[in-house]
């Protein structure tokens, strides 16, 4: 490897090199593995058309983007959020499993603790309709 003396890099250069050094990170980011997120359950039941958390974790960013499974019983608006910020929305029109994914946001640096939520929410209609955060995993 050549020697950098300071009259060698030019201010764009610099700028460069720290954009390819963010690409590589990022690519690495990619290939670390999955991580388990276990989700303590709040609410077992969604009514209204307001978001409704029904469960949620506490854990350290280790990785860039979260997904959840979500088991509902009938049609249901899925979200995941962090402190209180929207990072993936997902329908189900129907019962079944539906998943759930985003990236987090930047602010979160890595390393922090931070609450996620698994938030619910009739899209229409009257009475309550089960959810299930089954699982997630962090990568």
Do not use: C, Y
């Amino acid at each position: 490897m050549s020697r950098i003396n300071t009259g060698d890099l030019q201010q764009k250069d610099l700028v460069q090199w720290v954009m390819d050094l963010r690409a590589r990170v990022k690519a690495l980011e990619l290939k670390i593995g999955e991580r388990t997120v276990t989700f303590s359950p709040l609410a077992t039941q969604v009514s209204g058309t307001s978001f409704e958390t029904i469960a949620f974790s506490v854990f350290p960013r280790s990785g860039s983007s979260l997904a959840v499974d979500v088991t509902v019983g009938g049609p249901l608006e899925v979200q995941t959020a962090v402190d209180g910020v929207p990072i993936g929305t997902a329908s189900a029109t129907a019962a079944g499993t539906v998943s759930v994914s985003g990236f987090l946001p930047e602010s979160w640096n890595f390393g922090d603790r931070r609450r996620v939520e698994v938030r619910a929410r009739r899209p229409s209609g009257s009475g309550a309709v089960t959810a299930t955060a089954l699982g997630g995993w962090h990568r």
